[in-house]
């Protein structure tokens, strides 16, 4: 049996197999039996630039471009499992790249990753590969036609899968870590195959990979002939009764599984306002956004401001920060500075407000003053309004059990000069 193989981001030393360092120059997937990919290529160049389990934030034109690479991906690597053929993966951290859209209640952000292609339902990836590092490797069994590169030595794994109930398809954890989190996993998707492996440090790792994927794939085929269409022709008694209960009980759980989707949506958009308390940098700003878009307010974006915050006619300044101690005045000048060059461009005085997460490593009860006394000091002067992220966490609070109203957030933020309290 003469196979056509494709390597895709990993290198071998091999003339009969093909090998491209950028998918987009590869042939459609479907047209081999086996292809053996490095995830983070369909990341492109950008690769490089990302560091592990971090998203950053990119625009949208590189977004489009990741996602229409990984769309044209999933659609082939589906193609070829449908025809019986191989993807061989290794296991790596989940990176991507953070990305805004215009949704109906305002700008909301969405991610795009490097295992967007995988062609498995109800698979995110996000959440269900976590990163580590280990060399500590214990097989399942020594059945398997990938145990030859399983057992060899210099085997290390940088991710897991961390919860395997989500996988629907039918699936075989061939080696697992120290924790008993799976490191290499067998999944078999119609009549194909996809194999997660771990890392190999030898000078022979490719033809390892190709030697175990050459096997699996030829057993397979040799083992498994595919049913001929005139086959379903032959009804055995009983056949299409069961087959409705089984598809009446998929149904039931499609619909199960839809109302667990939702239920775990609200649940989110119930718990997001917690991040509040612990998040930093790009993470914070857009979930002290989405608490104001809830308050009722709106927000745009502006030159380097943060955000321009406001209600019927009245406007401010939003500038937001993160620190793992108090706030000092260096955030606060540079908020100044956005409220006085927004003055000379506009003729319009506006409010500002410095939201802040001090001590964000700490529980809110153990934690310092948010804010250093000449912050506080300069504040006043200038009539702007500091805010803790714990009390912008007590005020959505307050506003989801009806406590306190929109209009009388906004009028306490306005008339706030100096450290806002809510009580």
């Known amino acids: 049996m003469t196979l056509k193989t494709l390597f895709l981001g990993i290198s071998i030393d091999k003339k009969d197999v093909e090998q491209y360092t950028n998918p987009t120059n590869a042939k459609s997937l479907f047209d081999y039996d086996i292809v053996v990919i490095d995830p983070d290529v369909v990341l492109l160049d950008y690769k490089s ?3 592990l389990d971090v998203f950053i934030r990119y625009d949208w034109k590189v977004h489009g471009v990741i996602k229409k690479l990984n769309d044209k991906l999933k659609k082939e690597i589906s193609l070829l499992l449908k025809k019986g053929g191989l993807l061989v993966s290794l296991l790596k951290p989940v990176k991507g790249f953070t990305y805004e859209y215009r949704g109906n209640y305002g700008t909301r952000s969405a991610y795009v990753t490097n295992y967007d292609w995988a062609p498995i339902n109800k698979f995110d990836p996000k959440w269900q590969i976590e990163s580590g590092r280990g060399s500590r490797i214990k097989l399942s069994s020594e059945a398997h036609d990938f145990y030859q590169y399983l057992r060899m030595d210099n085997i290390y794994w940088l991710a897991y899968f961390d919860n395997l109930e989500h996988i629907e398809e039918d699936s075989n954890c061939l080696a697992v870590n120290d924790a008993n989190k799976c490191i290499s996993l067998e999944v078999n998707i119609n ?3 996809i194999i ?3 890392f190999l440090e030898h000078t022979n790792t490719s033809h390892i990979i190709l030697q175990c994927a050459t096997k ?3 057993r397979k085929k040799l083992k498994y002939r595919p049913e001929p269409d005139w086959v379903k022709a032959y009804k055995l008694v009983n056949e299409d009764k069961t087959l409705k209960e089984i598809t009446d009980i998929s149904n039931k759980i499609d619909q199960l599984k839809y109302d667990r989707k939702k239920i775990q949506e609200r649940l989110n958009n119930i718990r997001y306002i917690k991040k509040l308390l612990y998040e930093g940098n790009d993470q914070l700003e857009e979930i002290v956004k ?3 878009i809830e308050l009722g307010f709106k927000l745009d974006k502006k030159d380097d401001i ?4 406001s209600s019927d006619d009245q406007k401010a300044i939003l500038e937001i920060t993160g620190s793992e101690s108090t706030i000092d005045v260096i955030k606060f000048r540079q908020l100044l500075n956005y409220l006085l060059t927004d ?6 005085e506006k409010k500002a407000i410095l939201v802040g997460n001090h001590f964000m490593n700490d529980p809110p009860n153990k934690r310092g003053p948010p804010f250093t006394q000449k912050a506080i000091e300069e504040a006043k002067i200038h009539s702007i309004c500091l805010l803790s992220t714990v009390e912008l966490f007590e005020l959505i609070c307050g506003f989801r059990k009806g406590l306190i109203d929109q209009k009388n957030i906004w009028q306490s933020l ?3 000069i100096g450290l806002y309290k809510s009580t």
């Open 49 to 51: 630039k990302i560091p």
């Open 191 to 193: 009549k194909g195959s």
């Open 196 to 198: 997660f492996l771990p």
């Open 216 to 218: 699996y794939f030829t």
């Open 290 to 292: 989405l608490a104001f």
């Open 306 to 309: 943060d955000w321009i915050i």
């Open 343 to 348: 003055l000379e461009k506009t003729g319009e």
């Open 414 to 416: 306005i008339n706030t």
